[in-house]
């Protein structure tokens, strides 16, 4: 039977001492929770919430250096976005939290003027009272940014007629189990200021004078483990030619693979290594990183017909 979902788990450990800080949440802190193993509750913390590993898995195939791309991936399109008064590159939907959806795609403007918001409305086959075609729309996405099918992009404004959205089809997600607090802290020192005078102005610790002690909670864990899915369900479901729902779904595991193999500097005080290698829980299994690469790239170019010819498509945003 043909898998409806690729799973993979990552154990992990620290790779400085014992303990590691975990993502945080305004009002909130650390995320704690309690789960059940054989019916016994474990208390456990979320390390990496799914929306931020979303994130460092489309960051593996950008290269932040030259702002392009990776090599493995320069035959997919994307949406480059230029600053129209200096013409510096300023983001792409690769980088935009919404993708094809984020505000400064869609209302920057093309060579001949048209706002890529009407661009894509009339890719996309957006009108009153036409269902939303998604096959039809996907291969519109494809044409603009693959990654967009990977990773979702939902266009969210009633502008757009019907608001399509496509969801993630590669999650992640970061979790510790039976989790201990580590209390700890320190002292920001101040070496030329002894003392802080109390009636003076713009001297003191909220100018960065003094010497002021802190305390920080970081925690230790029996368990850290990656999880990952792949929805190769939900990528057959747009009807897209074998090939290159193929290329899509070795897209997700390339870049599993890479963010593991590259390593996982969540935060300054969270730094993690793989301990092993992946498990497949269902599914294919992960292939290595060679593997994988070779792969992606030989997908890519026999899919050329539907992607399109690879190429950027380069707008400008000229609110700024």
């Known amino acids: 039977m043909t898998a409806t979902r690729h799973v993979y788990d990552a154990e992990l450990k620290p790779i400085l001492g014992s303990t590691f800080q975990p993502t945080g949440f305004p009002d909130l802190g650390a995320a704690t929770f309690t789960r059940l193993e054989d019916g016994e ?77 009407d661009v ?27 990654f967009c099918l990977v990773h979702g992009v939902f266009f969210s404004r009633k502008e757009w007629l019907g608001q399509p959205k496509f969801p993630r089809a590669v999650s992640g997600v970061i979790e510790a189990h039976n989790v201990k607090q ?43 483990v990656a999880s990952f899915v792949v929805d190769v369900d939900l990528l057959r479901s747009y009807g897209l030619p074998d090939g290159t729902t193929d290329m899509l779904i070795t897209l997700a595991q390339w870049e599993i693979r890479s963010l593991l193999s590259g390593g996982l500097r969540l935060r300054t005080a969270c730094d993690l290594e793989v301990v092993g290698d992946a498990e497949t829980r269902r599914g294919d299994p992960l292939p290595n990183l060679d593997e994988l690469t070779e792969r992606l790239t030989t997908l890519i170019a026999e899919s050329r017909d539907v992607l399109g010819d690879g190429e950027p498509t380069v707008v400008r945003w000229a609110k700024g």
Do not use: C
Not at 48 to 70: C, D, H, I, K, Y
């Open 41 to 117: 509750p474990v208390e456990s913390l979320l390390v990496e919430s799914v929306q931020s590993m979303a994130n460092r898995l489309e960051a593996t195939a950008w290269n932040p250096g030259s702002q392009q791309p990776e090599d493995v991936v320069q035959g997919l399109s994307y949406v480059r976005v230029d600053r129209q008064s200096t013409g510096e590159f300023l983001t792409s939907s690769r980088l935009e939290a919404h993708r094809l959806a984020s505000p400064f795609v869609w209302e920057s403007e093309g060579d001949d003027g048209t706002t890529f918001f």
């Open 120 to 146: 894509i409305t009339a890719r996309l086959g957006l009108a009153k009272d036409t269902p939303l075609n998604y096959p039809k729309m996907a291969r519109a996405i494809l044409e603009l940014d693959p």
């Open 182 to 224: 580590a209390p700890s802290g320190g002292r920001k020192a101040d070496h030329v200021r002894h003392q802080l005078d109390r009636d003076a102005e713009g001297g003191g610790t909220a100018e960065g004078y003094g010497s002021v002690p802190f305390h920080r909670m970081e925690w230790t864990a029996e368990r850290i």
